[in-house]
């Protein structure tokens, strides 16, 4: 470094030179710590970089090109969400949740729906309609987030077009997703007791028009990467972690999977009516970043299967309820296309208002104040697209948690990024951190 | 529920006003048979561990759910157990819970634990008093929890004792206070909009 | 009628001022700094699948902030952030834009707590706040487009010293949101 500068100078400290790059001249970089005659360099990556799937930052300690010790920093996208859902009643709370994973919020949302639920003691009277949009839903979550999955992973190894096609299909999954919630993303849409409101008209020939349009595209970006010979390069053998790794780490989803243990919590402890679905746990036996990569490519084919189960069953369900009876939970809201595009049905509107004072008094009541949730603690645990997402929900019997807590598979599983890369050369770290996929909405909450 | 509309208790004041106000409940022992396979999970952990009845404080049976109250100094050995012997190879992680009106027990670390081979899950639970939150650290149990013990230690205060490298996570490494405490405000700020100002959400007036 | 009547055929004339904002408004290379939920509507954004943010000149996303003149802020932004966010504004060269993305980036949104720093104009100054949680692609492109609109008529030098303490002015007389009464207009 030859001139000065402000914002990135080299200086000494105890542990030797720092050096801070932050652009400039590389040569004269790498002459600088040649003449320290460091053989050992600690690099910090991140907290923001291209290749870190987020606000993640990694230091690195190298010898050469080869990691001997990495470490991940976390918590730069602390938002305090389990904090601020104390002050907010339950049904609030599904809006809160959804923004922890944002790539997965039906997930979040369902983990925490069924937790509550649990503590109401109503778990079996939730509407099977309802149980099964969940199911859809979530299904249909799995596919946008492994799309992004895939898509931003091959990116980050240099492969740019998977990368426009995962967006592509993730696009057709959130027209459907906004067709049916409003929202693209974030979507509170399901609420303690059932969903926030019924499919709208045509929603189901979208998705069967959808899922044809995915499963003939899936093929096509299949062949994007399986057998192109420098993603296998890339890939094979790469953040190699075995079965008695993730035990001991806790990990969960597609990287345990990868190691050829078939634990699938949709199969192994079903929640929402996963019993009733035919539908395959996709496994590979290599442990690297290539099994994962796999695992996801063929999740996909199985959650088209599962969301054609769905749509076969909604069909017959049609008109049913798709929230639980009890009038002391479900919102009274009818929710239908009002002249500005949104709002509450003005037929209900005006029962209310002009026949029932009680109505709207219960109405009022429910929403400002919401239902109380009896004193104990539960434990839900879903299959998230990252693994187990665990929801521990403490109450107080009071109409706001106690206690929220998620236990998040991206928190838990990235500390498997040294495991993963150490002894490896550094390039390999981003293929790594890749397929852990971690959201670090997720991790750091 | 048994109290009035809406569960207004007491004055029935039920205009929020009059406080938040939050007391959690303490559950008792529960009784045999516990159901499901919790039973055979004591029984297994009994035979196993001949300390169990020092050890394990309550044996709490809710909602489908086994806790067990594990008293701190035997918290370790009774992982090790539960690991070898019982087959709980994974831990979820550790959260912690607060509770300043039980006094003595005010801050709960509660571990939930996963049989991948018997596909079942029970939980821990260990509570310690305020002033003296060390708990022993089951990261050489199960080193997955690493992360999940310097989380609880970062937003509730409690110490792990023989955690390999107990700092600060998810807050900036300055930070005072442990957030997720009760007596940590939520912080945030009043919001001013035209002439009306709204204090921010833990100031507001709220509903039991 | 004068210079270009004299000149051969082939040529424009303009201002520096509108040569300039021309060049730059067509060529806004965004800096990656994807935060939250919002930097995944970037990225859709991003990727050519169907929106496609090369028809204004913005696609060329750059990692390095040096070679940057927009930071789009995409996401909540944690107190821990703060610093680095900081850090890589100061590193842009100047000209410089700052687009607040989502209702986190420009106010806190709903996370007004002890983890988020309430707007990031708190950090760094914002040249346009996009609402919404998290805003549509086509937000974005719209915001991107009224920053080049701003961006095509910004002047130089004298005129935008000038203009500067203008609006420095007029801001120093406003009157604060809280003292402002009756409705909301």
Not at chain 1, 103 to 118: D, I, S
Not at chain 1, 276 to 289: G, I, K, M, Q, S
Not at chain 2, 165 to 172: H, S
Request: glycine share 10%; charged share 25%.
């Amino acid at each position: 470094m030859t001139t000065f500068d402000p914002y990135a100078p080299s200086r000494e400290t105890t542990e030797g030179k720092v050096f801070s790059v932050t652009g400039g001249d590389w040569d004269a970089l790498v002459q600088d710590i040649g003449a320290t005659k460091e053989e050992r360099v600690v690099v910090n990556m991140g907290p923001q970089h291209p290749s870190t799937h987020g606000v993640l930052r990694l230091v690195l300690e190298l010898e050469g090109e080869t990691i001997t010790e990495a470490r991940a920093g976390i918590g730069y996208l602390h938002t305090g969400i389990e904090k601020n859902m104390e002050y907010r009643s339950w049904t609030q709370g599904t809006t809160f949740v959804t923004r922890m994973d944002y790539l997965g919020p039906l997930h979040n949302e369902t983990a925490y729906c069924l937790a509550v639920e649990k503590l109401l003691g109503i778990t079996n009277d939730i509407p099977e309609r309802a149980s099964v949009i969940r199911v859809m839903m979530m299904e249909l979550n799995r596919i946008s987030s492994h799309m992004v999955a895939l898509g931003t992973g091959a990116l980050e190894l240099g492969a740019i077009s998977p990368m426009f096609f995962a967006f592509r299909e993730r696009e057709t999954v959130l027209e459907i997703f906004e067709m049916i919630t409003g929202l693209r993303m974030n979507m509170a849409y399901i609420r303690p007791g059932g969903v926030q409101q019924d499919l709208p008209e045509g929603a189901l020939t979208k998705i069967r028009d959808s899922v044809k349009l995915m499963r003939k595209n899936f093929k096509e970006n299949a062949t994007l990467l399986i057998g192109n010979s420098i993603w296998m390069k890339r890939t094979q053998g790469i953040g190699y972690l075995d079965l008695a790794g993730c035990t001991t780490l806790g990990i969960t989803g597609p990287v345990l999977r990868s190691t050829g243990l078939p634990w699938d919590l949709r199969k192994l402890q079903p929640y929402c009516g996963y019993e009733n679905y035919n539908f395959d746990v996709v496994t590979a036996d290599t442990c690297d970043v290539y099994g994962r990569f796999l695992i996801r490519m063929n999740e996909l084919e199985q959650s088209l299967r599962i969301i054609e189960q769905c749509v076969d069953k909604l069909e017959k369900l049609e008109g049913a309820p798709v929230m639980v009876a009890d009038k002391k939970i479900a919102w009274p809201a009818q929710l239908a296309l009002g002249g500005d595009g949104l709002g509450n049905s003005l037929d209900h509107i005006r029962q209310i208002m002009g026949t029932s004072m009680e109505s709207l008094i219960h109405h009022f009541k429910l929403v400002t104040e919401g239902f109380h949730v009896p004193a104990g603690q539960a434990y839900v645990a879903i299959e998230s697209p990252r693994g187990e997402l665990g929801a521990s929900i403490v109450s107080d019997g009071g109409t706001k948690p106690y206690r929220v807590h998620f236990r998040e598979p991206s928190f838990n599983n990235l500390q498997a990024t040294a495991a993963m890369s150490e002894g490896g050369m550094v390039a390999d770290i981003i293929g790594a951190v890749a397929s852990i996929d971690p959201v670090m909405g997720g991790v750091d909450r | 529920m048994t109290d009035g509309m809406f569960g207004a208790k007491g004055t029935g004041d039920t205009s929020g006003y009059g406080g938040l106000v939050r007391q959690a409940v303490n559950f008792g022992s529960s009784e045999r048979p516990y159901g499901s396979y919790f039973d055979e999970v004591a029984d297994d952990l009994e035979r196993a561990y001949p300390e169990f009845s020092e050890a394990i404080e309550r044996v709490v049976v809710d909602r489908g759910e086994l806790t067990l109250h594990v008293k701190r100094e035997k918290l370790v050995e009774v992982a090790f157990i539960l690991r070898d012997k019982l087959k709980f190879e994974m831990c979820m992680g550790v959260n912690g819970v607060h509770y300043p009106e039980q006094t003595g027990r005010e801050l709960h670390a509660v571990y939930p634990l996963l049989s991948l081979t018997k596909n079942q899950r029970i939980r821990l639970e260990v509570s310690v008093p305020d002033g003296d939150a060390h708990i022993p650290s089951v990261v050489e149990v199960w080193a997955g929890n690493n992360w999940h013990e310097r989380e609880t230690f970062d937003m509730f205060g409690i110490i792990f004792d023989g955690h390999p490298g107990l700092t600060r996570i998810l807050m900036p490494d300055d930070w005072e206070g442990h957030p997720q405490r009760k007596d940590y405000s939520l912080g945030g700020i009043a919001v001013e909009y035209k002439g009306a100002t709204t204090p921010p959400p833990s100031e507001r007036r709220s509903y039991k | 009628m004068g210079l270009e009547e004299k000149i051969p055929s082939g040529f424009l004339l303009t201002t520096v001022e509108k040569l300039a904002g021309y060049m730059r408004k067509n060529s806004l290379w965004p800096a990656t700094f994807g935060l939250a939920c919002c930097a995944i509507e970037m990225m859709a954004v991003g990727s050519a699948a169907k929106y496609d943010i090369a028809r204004f000149g913005s696609e060329v996303f750059r990692a390095s902030p040096r070679q940057a003149d927009l930071m789009i802020v995409a996401g909540r932004v944690s107190n821990k952030m703060a610093p680095v966010l900081r850090q890589i504004y100061d590193q842009m060269s100047a000209p410089k834009w700052v687009l607040a993305m989502g209702a986190c980036a420009s106010s806190g949104g709903m996370f007004n707590n002890y983890a988020i720093v309430q707007g990031v104009d708190h950090v760094v100054p914002v040249d346009i706040y996009l609402p919404g949680c998290p805003p549509r692609p086509e937000m974005l492109l719209d915001a991107i487009i009224k920053l080049q609109e701003q961006i095509n008529d910004t002047k130089l030098g004298a005129n935008r010293a000038q203009i500067i303490k203008e609006v420095e002015l007029a801001a120093m007389n406003a009157k604060p949101t809280h003292e402002m009464k009756g409705l909301l207009a």
